[in-house]
C-alpha cells in the first residue's frame, strides 16, 4: 500500500508559537514573560539544572524585568502525574499568572501539564488524547536546555500515569506555548550522554516527521534541515563540544520540533511511550534503539520520498531507490553509532515478557495515526523482537 | 564586505501566524473567523474578484457560522491611505470586530491597514517604519488569491501616500493575522497576467529572503522551498493551468512569505516601493524588471551562499562558485521569461528623469537595512539605469 505523498490533495494546518533563538537569549526570559503580561511567574524546572547555573540566571532575568517568581521543582524524568498535581497547587497558593518552563522534555511537559490543570481543572489524564482541552491556558514560556524534545514549540505533552504505569500523550494546540526561547549556550553544560540521547531525539522526530502521512511541504523543509544539521554536527558535538557543534544540535531540535508538531509522529513513538510508562527509561534512548526497526519497516510504502531523505543525510542517489535506501540506514546506523545511545531494548532493562502488552498499548497510542505504514499488534511485536 | 552567514553568532526571531492551505478551505473562512470571536465581520476585497465568484463563497461560509458581515470593495492596486479611511469609517460605523481580508496584497494590505486605525487612531502615515504599533488590533484572517504578495503570513503592510505620491512601508508583529488561510483553488480565476506577476513576486521574496542578513537556517529552509516549487510549476502554471502547477505556486508564495516575513527583504523591495508609489504601477513586475539587476550587484558578497541557491533553481555546481553564479542568472533569466513579466523600467512608464529621486527615495526604506551589499544613491541609480 503506497502512500500518497503528493499532497495535493491535501489540506492542511501549520502552528508554530513565536520563536526565539540564539546564545545568551536566556537573559530575555523576564521581557518575555512580562510581554505576556506576567507579574507572578510560575518557574518550572528540575533539580538538576539548578546546579547549572541556567535556572539562577532565568530568575535573575525575572527579577530584572520586575516580576516576582515562585520556584518549582519537583519535577523527574517522563514527568508523573503526581508532580504535575503538587505543581498545581503551588501554582493556585501563590497566585501564579504565566508559567515559565525550563529544561528538557520533562520540565516542559510538566510546565504544560500545570498549564492545562489549572485552568481546567481535573486530572491529567482527563485530557489524554486529541483536543480534550476546554479553557484557554496561562500564558507559557519555554526555554529547552536540551537538543532534542521539541517539546517548546510542540502541541504535545506527555506525562505519567503512575497508577497505570503508561504515558499519557495530550494533543492539542493549546499546550503549544506562546514563546519558544532556545539559548543553544545552555548545552554547554548538559552532560555527555544527554547530547547524544537527547539529539537522537530530534533525529526520530524528523525521520517519523518526514514519513508521516500527514507530511506537508512546510513540514518537509524542516524535517530535512534538522537531518542535515544532525548529518553535520551530532558526531563532532559529542566527541568534541564545540559550541557551534552544539549550537546546530539545538537548531535542529526546533527545526525538527517544528516539523513533528504539525506532521504528528509514527510507530517509533507510538511504541516509545508505553516503554517509557513501564520501565521509566530515556525516551531518547527508546527512540534510538526503535527508529532503525521501524524505518526497515517504513521503507517499502515510501519510496517516493526516500532521495529527499538521503540527500538530507549527505547523499545523492541520482533516482535510484534501492541505494537511496542503503544510503538512508547507513547514515542512521552511523548517527546512532555517533551518539552513543544504547542499541538494544534488553540493554536498558526491558523484559521481553512484556513486549506482547507493549504492542498492545502502542496500538491505542495517538502516535499511531500517522504512521506511513499501518500496522497490527503482531508487526509491532515483531518490531520490537527485532529491535530486542 | 563578505557578509558572515554562518549565523552562529546570530540570535533572531522567528514568527508566523498560523497557516491553513488547501483547495475548497476558502469554505472554512466562517468557522475561522468566529474561533477568533467574531460576531460582526468586516470583509475587505475588490471590486475585480466579486466577479470570480470567490466573494460569494466567504459570504456564505461567514453566514453559515452564523455571522453578520459588511462588505467593504473601495480598495484599489496599490492601496490608497484615502481608501484605508474609508474603510476605517465604515468598520467603525457598523460596530464590526473581526476583519476578514480576501484578495491579492492590496485587499490584504488595505485589511491591515484598516485594522491598525480601528484600534490606534491616526493616519495610516503615523504607522510608517518599523514597530510604531501601540495598541493590539482586531483578530484577522488573511486569504490570498493571488500567487506572490505573502501579506497573508508577513509582518509588513504597505500602503500608498497619496499626498507624497509614495508608499509607506509599515513593519510589526502585529500586522501578521492570526489566521493566514490559502484556497489554491481561488488561483483557477486569477488572470493570465497576474499569474506570472505575482508569481515573480514571491520570486522576488524568496531570493531576497534568502540573501538578506538577518537570514536564519529557519528563512532559508522556506526560501529554498519556495524556488524550488517555482522553478518546478511557474512556466508550466503560466501556460497550462494546470491545477497541481496553480497549487504549487501557491504553496511557493507561502513558503516565501514565511521566509521574508522574518529575514526581511533587500534593494529590489526598496526600489520597488518609491516606484509603485510615483507610478501606481504592478508590483511583482517592478520586482521583475529589478531582480536579475539586485541579485548581479550582491553576488559578489554572497558566495557562501550561492551553492544552495543554485541547488534551489535545480543546479548542481559542486562547489565551482563561478558556475553556480551563472546558473543562478540564467535560471533567474528564464523564470522571468516563463512568467511574461515586463523587463524594464521603461516598458512599465517608468521615466527617466524620476530615476535619481527614486534612488535617493529608496535609501530611506526600511528594506535597505537588510541587503546583503551596502549600497549608496550612485548604486542605486546604477541598477536602475541599468534596469531601464
Redesign the interface.
Known sequence: MAVDH?N?????????P????????LSQVGPCARRLGGKKIFLVSDKGLFHSGWVDLAMRSLLDAGLEFIYFDGITPNPKDHEVDAGVMEYLRHGADVIVGLGGGSSMDAAKAIAILVSNGGKIRDFEGPDRIIRPLPPLVLCPTTCGTGSDVSQFAIISDTEHMRKICIMSRCVAPDISLTDPDTLSTLPDEFVGTTATDALSHAMEAFFSIAS???TD??A??ALR?LTGSLAAAVHEHK??DM?NLA?AS??AG?AFSNSMLGIVHALAHPIGGLYDANHGSINAILLPEVIRYDIPVVTEKLEELAWGLGH?SNGNISAASEKVQESLDSLLEASGAPRSLRSIGVQRKDLPELARQALKDVCIATSPREADEEDLLNILERAY
Open positions: 503528493s495535493s490533495l491535501h489540506n492542511y494546518k501549520f502552528e508554530v513565536e520563536i526565539i533563538f540564539g546564545r545568551g537569549m506537508t511541504t512546510l523543509v524542516h530535512i534541515k544539521l559550541p557551534e549550537e537548531r526546533l527545526h517544528m545523492r
